[in-house]
T-cell receptor
Framework: DSGVTQTPKHLITATGQRVTLRCSPRSGDLSVYWYQQSLDQGLQFLIQYYNGEERAKGNILERFSAQQFPDLHSELNLSSLELGDSALYFC???????????????FGEGSRLTVL | AQKVTQAQTEISVVEKEDVTLDCVYETRDTTYYLFWYKQPPSGELVFLIRRNSFDEQNEISGRYSWNFQKSTSSFNFTITASQVVDSAVYFCALSEMADKLIFGTGTRLQVFP
């Protein structure tokens, strides 16, 4: 158990819909990352938050947005869903202190999104 | 720019064979971290090892060993006497300071009894 909790574990929805994925990081971790794993794209970095602020952005579509709340949990919002958004979405957390990332990311079990 | 290349898409071995998974990375930074993660069929990502750029010492942990060579920008992973439970997708990843992980495309290892 990595200590990172993601909900829901599975989600099936239709094209055009909107979903929210939730992540609770490990206790004490200030940094949260979102990754998308699809068959054709591999593990793609989407976005990182550190202590409530956006820190880095990767290949995140404009239809997707995220935020980190004061209690450090994070949500990834996916809207106007398309078939190609079907993927496993991972959340990870890490310890970042004094601007230095120890590097190790602890991953949740992922949220599997299926868009029909 | 950061890049991680895992040229081996899939490897199949028979139990007890040794197998090496290759990883080549690109980075402009002098300070960085390299990782290996395992993704078993159940889907979770399991951390295996972290190595920083200043530590080229090879590491052995049980049946696992890692060979880090800065001269060739490689961080290879060897499983000795493979077992069926080693069947998984293995990802190599690179992180520059205070930054996200960039993953390779993964190598699927199948170990047959």
């Amino acid at each position: 158990d990595s200590g990172v909790t993601q909900t829901p574990k599975h989600l099936i929805t239709a094209t055009g819909q909107r979903v929210t994925l939730r992540c609770s990081p490990r206790s004490g971790d200030l940094s949260v990352y979102w990754y998308q794993q699809s068959l054709d794209q591999g593990l793609q970095f989407l976005i990182q938050y550190y202590n409530g602020e956006e820190r880095a952005k990767g290949n995140i579509l404009e239809r997707f947005s995220a935020q980190q709340f004061p209690d450090l949990h994070s949500e990834l919002n996916l809207s106007s869903l398309e078939l190609g958004d079907s993927a496993l979405y991972f959340c990870a957390s890490s310890v970042v202190s004094a601007g230095l990332n120890t590097g190790e990311l602890f991953f949740g079990e992922g949220s599997r999104l299926t868009v029909l | 720019a950061q890049k991680v290349t895992q040229a081996q898409t899939e490897i199949s071995v028979v139990e007890k064979e040794d197998v090496t998974l290759d990883c080549v990375y690109e980075t402009r930074d002098t300070t960085y971290y390299l990782f290996w993660y395992k993704q078993p069929p159940s889907g979770e990502l399991v951390f295996l090892i972290r190595r920083n750029s200043f530590d080229e010492q090879n590491e052995i942990s049980g049946r696992y060993s890692w060979n880090f060579q800065k001269s060739t920008s490689s961080f290879n992973f060897t499983i000795t006497a493979s077992q069926v439970v080693d069947s998984a997708v293995y990802f190599c990843a690179l992180s520059e300071m205070a930054d996200k992980l960039i993953f390779g495309t993964g190598t699927r290892l199948q170990v047959f009894p």
